[in-house]
């Protein structure tokens, strides 16, 4: 379960360092942004692209079926990439410096 744990928030953490300003998927994250605005949604930017952390609830629950299959190690799993993305986080604040 560690391997899985690890896995996951290294894809959710790439996902989410590539969308920040001047990566690849920047120009998505500019019209999700847009869009959700739109539809008074605002709010789940948090969960989709903006919180390493809130990013590891929502996405472990969609990435873990479609990589393991569903079993119920996906709850305990879902825990530990929500715990291993904020060491994570803490660990890239430190090192960039972000407010």
Request: with cysteine; glycine share 0%.
């Given at each position: 379960m560690l391997t899985k744990i690890i896995v996951l928030s290294l894809i959710i953490t790439g996902i989410h360092?590539?969308?920040h300003d001047g990566?690849?998927?920047?120009?998505?994250r500019v019209k999700l942004t847009e869009w959700l605005t739109?539809?008074?949604m605002g709010v789940l930017s948090r969960p989709l692209?903006?919180?390493?952390?809130c990013m590891g609830g929502i996405y472990t629950l969609v990435?873990?079926?479609l990589i393991y299959g569903l079993d119920?190690?996906?709850l305990p799993t879902m825990v530990g990439v929500i715990g291993?993305?904020?060491l994570i986080a803490a660990?890239?604040?430190y090192l960039y410096h972000e407010d």
């Open positions: 360092v590539s969308l990566m690849l998927l920047n120009c998505v739109k539809v008074h692209y903006d919180c390493n952390i990435l873990y079926p119920w190690y996906i291993a993305n904020t660990l890239l604040k």
